[in-house]
């Protein structure tokens, strides 16, 4: 049986994603845990990650058939092993028979216990937000949790199922899309590669909302994955990064770079 998570745990954690942010050093998310290393989403990827200097980690979320809530990306196991069925399709022990590392979504918070952690929501169904944030609560991990939402609907149905939950506006527009953020009640909002400057970012911390850049100064489909780039982001005064590296948190380079002031 899965445990619930201790109250110091929660109370740490939480105040991670906890705005107002003050200048510091830039928080580092391991996306999908360290893919660069070990293969997303899986149990050995998230633990890479958290071993390897990241102050949290990042996953996405689909449901089975039965039901249960599984750690994956895409909506079929093609890329990650070889087989085109749907997740949705099967059942948790037909999937793992096809992908023998998928990961229980109770399993990832059990062993992520009190470490910040992004669920990724993107195009979630109302009814869908309502299971994961639901199961985040029966789980006792809504503290620890920043859900990122695409949409302004997926956020109010973050907020209506769960009202203290913190809220990370991922709307394509980015900085330009602050006041539609502060209206759902977002305490982050994804910041890219065009928002890259530090009137904007500057603007955005006035707001009271912590920044997070998932692309890279070069690309905005591909998350940061050098130290040039993060240290870069770190620079203009972001407040977090996700990034396929976590391990670059633990570069020298990035430590001396700091905030500007």
């Given at each position: 049986?899965?445990?619930?998570?201790?109250?110091?745990?929660?109370?740490?954690?939480?105040?991670?994603?906890?705005?107002?942010l003050q200048?510091?050093?830039?928080?580092?998310?391991?996306?999908?845990?360290?893919?660069?290393?070990?293969l997303?989403?899986?149990?050995?990827?998230?633990?890479?990650?958290?071993?390897?200097g990241?102050?949290?980690?990042?996953?996405?979320?689909?449901?089975?058939?039965?039901?249960?809530?599984?750690?994956?990306?895409?909506?079929?196991?093609?890329?990650?092993?070889?087989?085109?069925?749907a997740?949705?399709?099967?059942?948790?022990k037909a999937?793992?028979?096809?992908f023998?590392?998928l990961?229980a979504?109770?399993?990832?918070?059990?062993?992520?216990?009190g470490k910040?952690?992004?669920?990724?929501?993107?195009?979630?169904t109302?009814?869908?937000?309502?299971?994961y944030?639901?199961?985040c609560q029966?789980?006792g991990a809504?503290n620890?949790?920043?859900?990122?939402?695409y949409t302004?609907?997926i956020a109010?149905a973050?907020?209506?199922?769960?009202?203290?939950?913190t809220?990370?506006a991922?709307?394509?527009?980015?900085?330009?899309?602050?006041?539609?953020?502060?209206?759902?009640?977002?305490?982050?909002?994804?910041?890219?590669?065009?928002?890259?400057?530090?009137?904007?970012?500057?603007?955005?911390?006035?707001?009271?909302?912590?920044?997070?850049?998932?692309?890279?100064?070069?690309?905005?489909f591909?998350?940061?994955?050098?130290?040039?780039a993060?240290?870069?982001?770190?620079?203009?005064?972001?407040?977090?990064?996700?990034?396929?590296?976590?391990?670059?948190?633990?570069?020298?380079?990035?430590s001396?770079?700091?905030?500007?002031?």
């Amino acid at each position: 049986m899965h445990g619930t998570q201790s109250q110091s745990d929660s109370t740490s954690a939480a105040s991670f994603w906890a705005p107002p942010l003050q200048s510091g050093p830039l928080r580092v998310i391991g996306h999908r845990g360290a893919p660069e290393y070990v293969l997303e989403n899986t149990a050995a990827s998230f633990r890479h990650a958290l071993t390897s200097g990241a102050d949290g980690v990042e996953t996405d979320l689909h449901l089975t058939a039965d039901g249960t809530i599984v750690c994956l990306h895409d909506e079929d196991l093609l890329r990650v092993a070889g087989f085109h069925d749907a997740i949705r399709d099967l059942d948790i022990k037909a999937a793992r028979r096809l992908f023998p590392a998928l990961l229980a979504f109770d399993d990832f918070l059990e062993m992520t216990c009190g470490k910040p952690v992004i669920v990724d929501l993107k195009h979630a169904t109302a009814a869908e937000v309502g299971i994961y944030v639901g199961r985040c609560q029966a789980l006792g991990a809504i503290n620890r949790i920043l859900f990122t939402a695409y949409t302004a609907e997926i956020a109010v149905a973050v907020r209506q199922r769960a009202a203290p939950s913190t809220i990370g506006a991922f709307f394509p527009s980015g900085g330009a899309g602050l006041n539609v953020a502060v209206s759902v009640g977002a305490r982050w909002i994804r910041v890219l590669p065009s928002d890259y400057d530090r009137s904007t970012i500057d603007n955005i911390r006035r707001t009271g909302l912590g920044t997070i850049a998932v692309a890279s100064p070069r690309s905005s489909f591909q998350t940061a994955t050098d130290i040039d780039a993060i240290v870069a982001i770190a620079q203009l005064g972001i407040d977090a990064v996700i990034t396929d590296r976590p391990d670059l948190a633990e570069d020298p380079r990035l430590s001396s770079a700091g905030s500007p002031a």
